[in-house]
């Protein structure tokens, strides 16, 4: 696609649901990365995939979080059993990583858990 | 572990001033360094990409330098413009070997017509 895509893009849920987001990189970018961004808050790593390789999950803030990348490309980040603190933007990013290229970003999507 | 400071936090100017931003950042092993532009309620938009062997980078009005050994990099804004209004980001990539980008917090930027 032409740019980063990313669904939904406002999710209203309630404390306890399961929520899962979508990004969709830009077609032939190896990388790709999830960060969360808190209200007045930076960005916060979350996970990396890059090609093959296993996926850099030092970001995950717990066992609640989880996220898969199939065939390389579309991905998808589950969080389980919602909590209030999870409420965030959550955005998505890919670049080529081996050339050490331009990171591009998705439009986010912005969690509410009630 | 990599750390990445960005002063001022908040800044107003008025219309037509050239402003700095400034970012630091601790462990000077990286990739590159790239800054971005969010506006409210969006996602970032990338503005410059400087590669570890390069000094600086321009795009029309924004010249963005970086000096590895020192762990600083500074975006400079030309006649700044109330469109110009947004925070600015600046991200290190490539920290401990890996390809992860550690932002930093930001600059508010304000500019008054």
């Known amino acids: 696609g032409a740019g980063v895509s990313q669904s939904p893009s406002n999710k209203v849920t309630e404390k306890g649901k399961d929520v899962e987001l979508r990004c969709d990189p830009i077609?032939?970018?190896?990388?790709l990365y999830w960060y969360r961004q808190s209200l007045g808050q930076g960005l916060e790593f979350l996970i990396y995939?890059?090609?093959?390789?296993?996926?850099?999950k030092s970001g995950l803030p717990s066992d609640r979080f989880s996220a898969e990348r199939t065939g390389g490309s579309v991905s998808t980040l589950t969080i389980q059993r919602t909590q209030q603190e999870d409420s965030a933007v959550y955005l998505c990013?890919?670049?080529?990583?081996?050339?050490?290229?331009?990171?591009?970003f998705g439009e986010g999507s912005r969690l509410t858990v009630l | 572990k990599q750390e990445v400071t960005q002063i001022p936090a908040a800044l107003s100017v008025p219309e037509g001033e050239n402003l700095v931003l400034n970012c630091s950042f601790t462990?000077?092993?990286?990739?590159?360094l790239q800054w971005f532009r969010q506006d409210p309620g969006k996602g970032l938009t990338s503005l410059l990409l400087?590669?570890?062997?390069?000094r600086e980078q321009t795009s029309g009005r924004l010249n963005a330098s970086l000096d590895k050994s020192s762990g600083r990099s500074t975006l400079y804004i030309a006649a700044s413009q109330p469109g110009d209004s947004a925070t600015y980001l600046c991200?290190?990539?490539?920290?401990?070997?890996?390809?992860?980008?550690?932002f930093g917090t930001g600059t508010r930027l304000k500019v008054l017509a």
């Open positions: 462990d000077s092993a990286i990739y590159n």
């Open positions: 077609s032939g970018h190896t990388a």
């Open positions: 400087i590669q570890s062997s390069q």
């Open positions: 991200a290190v990539g490539g920290t401990s070997g890996t390809y992860k980008y550690i």
């Open positions: 995939f890059q090609g093959n390789s296993a996926p850099d």
């Open positions: 990013a890919s670049n080529q990583a081996r050339s050490a290229g331009e990171l591009f």
